[in-house]
């Protein structure tokens, strides 16, 4: 977050034959583990003390046949999280998709209608509160079972096939309410209602997608080592490790609040060593992919779309032998003299460059010099000045 993404995304926004799913990990961590969507992307990947989690097997190969069905095309079979989410908004791909939902009444903030039902038990928004209630074993259970018994609707009847399952595969819980697990049926219930009002409008996304030539899926919650079984699942994939500056996101997230570390005692400083821990592994781990799949990986930063978003564009596009979509250079002379760091999503750029080098006249002396100190390897590594 606070990385430029949202202005890249716009590059595919531009491109006619192209698909833009801007950051669909929030619906699959909503799914998989019953949390609300817009968690902090920290409280999906790092456990209470900010150590980085693993995925299990079972994680794994949920998130794999996640990203699976969005490159296949197979939106029928993604969570509907996946499809009610808000950010589906911000791609032009889906826009007739969107205009349907809107037509049907249906929005995003249903889905976290459904998630009230199970947030006692599931989310303290950590995915690890989500774990030790053992909320995705029930969550798939109780899936199980709607989809088994299409015709049942009533909670009790349910509740008891639900007992019944636990105890066949001697799944033992941290709660022993029954009143809880009627709140993970009545979740179950709410999200196939969703499934259902989603179905009459996914087709037209789907259609889309498979006459496009480019699916492009834009990722802040992922470990870099959680790629390797996406990657190796598809393997006409092309992975951009898109980076800023560590120190104007720190900066950045500072003035606009939105702090992934130390909420209570804010600091650039304490941010700062919380980006570059992440940046650290996953620049280590993007190394042994890069040795494991060789011509699959590039890097490309916000600086240089910032400096030159022509050459940008040609850099993404020369992946395919392509050109880039020429309505590009249209968005660069409306937009690119906007403000890239004017509001909290914005993706108006005035300045482009200025406001990606602002950090240095903003930030004070003892925070740049203490965060060279801890983040140098980190800066270099990533082709930054110190």
């Not at 969570?79 to 791609?91: C, D, I, Q, R």
């Not at 509160?129 to 074993?137: I, V």
């Not at 349910?158 to 709140?183: G, P, R, T, V, W």
């Not at 709410?190 to 009459?200: A, G, L, S, V």
Request: hydrophobic fraction near 35%.
């Amino acid at each position: 977050m606070r990385g430029g993404s949202s202005v890249a995304g716009e590059l595919f926004n531009c491109d006619p034959s192209a698909t833009m799913w801007y950051e669909p990990g929030d619906a699959f961590f909503s799914s998989y583990y019953g949390l609300h969507h817009e968690t902090l992307p920290q409280n999906d990947l790092y456990f209470r003390n900010m150590t980085r989690r693993m995925l299990n097997y079972k994680e794994q190969d949920a998130l794999v046949h996640f990203y699976n069905y969005i490159f296949s095309c197979n939106y029928k079979d993604l969570p509907p999280e996946a499809m009610a989410h808000y950010f589906l908004g911000e791609s032009s791909a889906m826009d007739e998709y969107v205009s349907c939902m809107s037509h049907r009444r249906t929005k995003y903030i249903d889905i976290n209608s459904c998630k009230n039902f199970i947030h006692s038990t599931c989310s303290s928004d950590l995915v690890e509160t989500s774990l030790a209630a053992k909320c995705p074993l029930i969550i798939e259970s109780v899936q199980t079972i709607i989809e088994g018994y299409p015709n049942i609707s009533d909670e009790k009847w349910l509740l008891m096939l639900l007992n019944h399952q636990l105890a066949e595969h001697m799944i033992y819980l941290s709660f022993n309410k029954s009143e809880d697990l009627l709140q993970f049926i009545r979740h179950g219930l709410c999200i196939e209602k969703m499934r259902k009002d989603n179905i009459q409008c996914i087709d037209k996304a789907e259609q889309r997608c498979r006459k496009d030539n480019l699916i492009v899926v834009q990722v802040n919650r992922m470990n870099m080592e959680d790629l390797d079984p996406i990657i190796k699942a598809n393997p006409d994939i092309y992975v951009v490790h898109y980076t800023r500056d560590p120190r104007a996101i720190a900066l950045s997230r500072y003035k606009t609040g939105i702090l992934l570390f130390d909420k209570v005692n804010q600091s650039t400083i304490r941010e700062a060593q919380f980006i570059c821990n992440k940046m650290r592994e996953d620049i280590r781990q993007r190394l042994i992919l890069e040795e494991k799949y060789p011509g699959i990986f590039v890097h490309l930063t916000y600086e240089s779309l910032a400096e030159d978003p022509e050459g940008f564009a040609k850099i993404f596009y020369g992946l395919f032998n392509e050109s880039y979509p020429t309505a590009w250079n249209t968005f660069i002379e409306e937009h690119m003299h906007g403000y890239m760091d004017g509001s909290t999503f914005g993706i108006t750029v005035r300045n482009a460059t200025e406001t990606a080098l602002r950090w240095r006249t903003e930030m004070s002396k003892h925070d740049l010099d203490t965060i060279n100190k801890f983040c140098s390897d980190v800066i270099i590594s990533l082709g930054y000045m110190i």
